[in-house]
């Protein structure tokens, strides 16, 4: 299971060809396709309920070292997070009696 993280730097964005900066920048607003965008009117807001972030406990555990190098294989950063999604995998597996 790989589990990709992106985030953008504001200060430091991707580059983008001459081609299609200049394709970007020949188009007006009326151009810009917006039919696939869904409506985030304040309505819809209104049913969002903001919730605290539940704290997840530090667990200090022993592992084989050759798991510990599978997850790490992928991508040593985050690696921890991976061995916790398929714990809860399992988890939500045993729970649904699949």
């Known amino acids: 299971m790989k589990i990709t993280k992106f985030s953008l730097d504001p200060e430091n964005p991707p580059s983008l060809s001459e081609e299609t900066r200049k394709r970007l920048d020949a188009m007006s607003d009326e151009d810009i396709d917006l039919s696939d965008i869904p409506d985030n009117s304040d309505k819809e807001w209104k049913r969002v309920i903001p919730r605290q972030a539940v704290p997840k ?7 084989d ?15 921890t997070a991976r061995m916790a999604a398929v714990l809860r995998a399992y988890v939500d597996a045993q729970q649904t009696g699949a």
């Open 57 to 63: 406990p530090t667990v200090t555990m022993r592992v």
């Open 65 to 79: 070292e050759a798991v510990i190098a599978h997850f790490k294989a992928e991508d040593p950063k985050g690696y």
